[in-house]
């Protein structure tokens, strides 16, 4: 029996947010997180059986589900990554930085989406999912201010996630647009083969 490679990820990442939501650091931050990869997980699940896309697609995609509903879990300042920190040689956790990451792996899907629905050529598919990450990127900046300004308190500094860095918010967008290129990069070395 083979076993299929969307399938499988989709359960390892619903057993993973069940354990997310048990006894999270702080729930009202783990609903503000876990929002988005919810919405994502369902839109990709549903859409399964109209668009599948290639299982390095999905690949890329989970990683970012997971990282983010691992820091839901535990705040992204607070997951566990000391290894990381002290190899890295700073003070910050970079967990966030990190999963910001990964938001630009998306990339790939959007331009493998348009250029399998025959929507745009490869070079403007490209240039699209780049541009697609970072107005997401951008977007999403806002929205954590918009939570920390209406939450205040620990749950507004923790959903914002700065750990005291005034140029958090631009860092993230350039980590986020740095994994779109990493991703598109990944994308044209497939697409030339």
Known sequence: MKLNFPIVLAIA????????VINPAMMDVWIAEMTPVILIFALLVVSYRKFQFSNTAYALMSVWLIMHTIGAHYTFAEVPFDW???WWGGERNHYDRIAHFSVGFYAYAAAELLLRKQWAKPVTAMFFGLFMVMSVAAAYEIIEWQFAVIAGGDAGIEFLGSQGDIWDAQKDMLADTLGAIAALL???LKQRK
């Open 13 to 20: 990442i619903a057993v993973l947010m069940v354990w997310s």
């Open 84 to 86: 990381f920190t002290q």
């Open 186 to 188: 990944l994308f044209w």
